[in-house]
């Protein structure tokens, strides 16, 4: 089971980004790596971060964890050209999370690749998804009750198969400017995956406690006391509304 961590330390768009100062941005990433590489010891799980403005990654990782950290996959992947930045950040991250989904070669169709903003970390990621073996080619994600044509691209997943077929496109037409993000795409092939029997689509089994700031909007998310108790209050049912809504077959 991987996870990737799509990273731009130093952002070549300058619309709809809040946060663009690099050491800033290193500094978060470092703390997510660190995250990342310890989860990594206790469960079935190799962090992968892929980076696309040159940043030194061997150098990121050991400043992060203060070793090598064996654990931890890196890419440099080229930075992208000036007509794909000027689609926005959803165009780019789509470009790095097909360089490492081709960087993983034919391995198991079936092997769960999950993909993370590389500034942030899920606090119960081990809650939220299942370390058994999947048995059918699968797509899990956060889906919502309402707006269906929106989902969550800060954490989900796929088995390696689905990425290279069903995942393969999205995020190539996301134009920012248009005001087509990478979620109305990710929205439309979950979708249309719900509705073929050749995929599972699944929910996370509870909602992702994200944590870090956003890079778009510069909110922290996850840390503060309203939406601590909040999510503390609404758990069990969620959990529950999950388990009997666990898989999705569309709208």
Sequence with gaps: ??????????PQVDEHIHLIDPERRREQY??????????????????????????????????????????MRHLAVS?????????GKGAAEAQMLNAAIQS?????????????????????????VSQAPVQQRTLIADIPRKNFSWIDSR???ASLGV???????????????????????????VNNSAASDDVAVQNFREKPWVVGQSGTTGHLYGTSFVETSRRTMTRPLDRLRRHFQAEFKGY
């Design 1 to 10: 089971m991987f996870i990737i961590l799509t990273a731009t330390v130093t």
């Design 163 to 189: 990425w290279k077929s069903e995942l393969r496109d999205v995020g190539v037409s996301s134009n920012d400017r248009e005001g087509i993000n990478y979620e109305h795409e990710l929205a439309t092939s």
């Design 104 to 128: 993983l070669g034919s391995g198991n169709e079936l092997e769960m690749v999950f993909k993370c903003t590389g500034r942030l970390f899920v606090r119960n990621f081990d809650r939220c």
């Design 30 to 71: 470092r703390s997510a790596i660190a995250k990342w590489v310890e989860l990594s010891e206790d469960m079935d799980l190799q962090p992968f971060i892929v980076e696309n403005s040159g940043e030194d990654l061997p150098r990121l990782v050991r400043s992060a964890v203060g070793h090598r950290a064996n654990r």
């Design 155 to 157: 954490f989900f997943g």
């Design 79 to 87: 930075p992208p050209l000036p007509s794909v930045v000027s689609m």
